[in-house]
């Protein structure tokens, strides 16, 4: 299952850290995050079969476990996740928390795969836009 596409306001591509195996599919919805000492909800910023970033000024150490609801249109997808990384306010970009998916039941796998090859591509050609 795979859905990589950048979101210009929340992904630098350039960066080789940011190599994704999965493509980003945007995303505007809620998400609610557990973990042992926190509950919160936030937005996400994008969606693939690996993981979600989600746009939020609360920080989770990297490492953490959390379990993971994203509401989709068809309803809530729960998953577990290991936080990879976090983003300030300090880097000009949106800040959040990537957080890579550990376990996600066979079907929540597949309504998120659905979801990510239901969105079109959002291209952003700078050239095409100076036109």
Request: hydrophobic share 45%; with cysteine; aromatic share 6%.
């Amino acid at each position: 299952m795979t859905c990589a596409i950048a979101h210009p306001d929340t992904d630098d591509v350039s960066d080789p850290s940011e190599r994704r195996s999965a493509a980003r599919i945007p995303l505007e919805t809620e998400i609610s995050l557990a973990s042992d000492s926190q509950f919160f909800t936030a937005l996400g910023g994008n969606l693939s079969s690996g993981g979600v970033f989600v746009a939020t000024y609360r920080e989770l150490p990297v490492g953490a476990t959390v379990e993971v609801r994203i509401a989709l249109p068809d309803g809530d997808v729960v998953a577990k996740g290991t936080v990879r990384w976090v983003r300030d306010m300090k880097s000009g970009a949106a800040p959040g928390l990537g957080i890579a998916f550990d376990a996600v039941d066979a079907e929540a796998a597949e309504r998120i795969a659905r979801f990510c090859t239901a969105r079109p591509p959002l291209l952003h050609d700078d050239a095409w836009a100076a036109q």
